[in-house]
C-alpha cells in the first residue's frame, strides 16, 4: 500500500542552525502538508502546498519556515534558524484533492528537538 | 477558527472489550467532517472513521463506529472486540468543507491489556 515516508525519524540540532524534513507524498498525489506537534498539545497544521506554491499557511508559518517541491517527488520543510520552540513532532501528509472528501495520508513523523 | 477537545490523554481496555474515546469539538461552520485518526507507535498517522455532520447516521467501519452527537458537539470513538493492534495514539480532527486544513486534538493514547 502506498505510503508517506519522512526522513529522518529523529533530528537532533542546536538552536539557531538550519534544519530540513523531507518528506516523499504518495506519487499521484498533487496536494501536500506539513503540521507539527509539540508535546502534550494540538496537532497544528503549518502550511499547504499545491501547484508548486503555497496554497494556506498558518500563523506559524513566519518567515523562518519556508517549503519546496525541488524535484517533483519531494516536499521538504526548511527552517531557517531553529529555536528551542521548534521543538515538536512534524508530520508530513498529501492528498490527491483538498477538502474532505479526499483522504490525507500521513507520514509517521520527526521528531525535531532543538538544543 | 475550529477547536477540537481530547479531555483523556490515557485510556486503556482489556482485549476483547469495548473502549469509547471521547471528543468534543466546536464550529461555527454548518458543513464539515469528522475524523478519527489512528498511529501505532512510530508509523503513520491512519484514518480510522470519517463522519459527515450533515448524516444523521453514525458512520461504522468494522469494529469502530462513532456517536456522533450534532447538537452537543460531541464525537466518540467506540472499539468493540479490542485488539491489541489497537493499542495507538488516536486523534480526533474537523475539517471544514470550504477549509483546507485539519484542527486535530490533543489525541488519546490507547493501551490495550493482552
Known amino acids: 500500500e502506498p505510503e508517506v515516508t519522512q526522513t529522518p525519524s529523529h533530528q537532533v540540532t542546536q538552536m539557531g542552525q538550519e534544519v530540513i524534513l523531507r518528506c516523499v507524498p504518495i506519487?499521484?498525489?498533487?496536494?501536500f502538508y506539513w503540521y507539527r506537534q509539540i508535546l502534550g498539545q494540538k496537532v497544528e497544521f503549518l502550511v499547504s502546498?499545491?501547484?508548486?506554491?503555497?496554497?494556506?499557511k498558518s500563523e506559524i508559518f513566519d518567515d523562518q519556515f519556508s517549503v519546496e517541491r525541488p524535484d517533483g517527488s519531494n516536499f521538504t520543510l526548511k527552517i531557517r534558524s531553529t529555536k528551542l520552540e521548534d521543538s515538536a513532532m512534524y508530520f508530513c501528509?498529501?492528498?490527491?484533492?483538498?477538502?474532505?472528501?479526499?483522504?490525507?495520508?500521513f507520514g509517521q513523523g520527526t521528531r525535531l528537538t532543538v538544543v | 477558527a475550529q477547536t477540537v477537545t481530547q479531555s483523556q490523554p490515557e485510556m486503556s481496555v482489556q482485549e476483547a472489550e469495548t473502549v469509547t474515546l471521547s471528543c468534543t469539538y466546536d464550529?461555527?461552520?454548518?458543513?464539515?467532517?469528522l475524523f478519527w485518526y489512528k498511529q501505532p507507535p512510530s508509523r503513520q498517522m491512519i484514518l480510522v472513521i470519517r463522519?459527515?455532520?450533515?448524516?444523521?447516521q453514525n458512520a461504522t467501519e468494522n469494529r469502530f463506529s462513532v456517536n456522533f452527537q450534532k447538537a452537543a458537539k460531541s464525537f466518540s470513538l467506540k472499539i468493540s472486540d479490542s485488539q491489541l493492534g489497537d493499542a495507538a495514539m488516536y486523534f480526533c480532527?474537523?475539517?471544514?468543507?470550504?477549509?483546507?486544513?485539519?484542527?486535530f486534538g490533543t489525541g488519546t493514547s490507547l493501551t490495550v491489556i493482552p
Open positions: 501528509a498529501s492528498s490527491t484533492d483538498r477538502g474532505p472528501l479526499a483522504e490525507a495520508f
Open positions: 506519487s499521484n498525489h498533487l496536494y
Open positions: 502546498f499545491y501547484n508548486n506554491e503555497i496554497s494556506e
Open positions: 480532527a474537523v475539517l471544514t468543507n470550504t477549509g483546507n486544513q485539519f484542527y
Open positions: 463522519q459527515e455532520a450533515y448524516k444523521q
Open positions: 464550529t461555527s461552520e454548518s458543513d464539515y467532517y
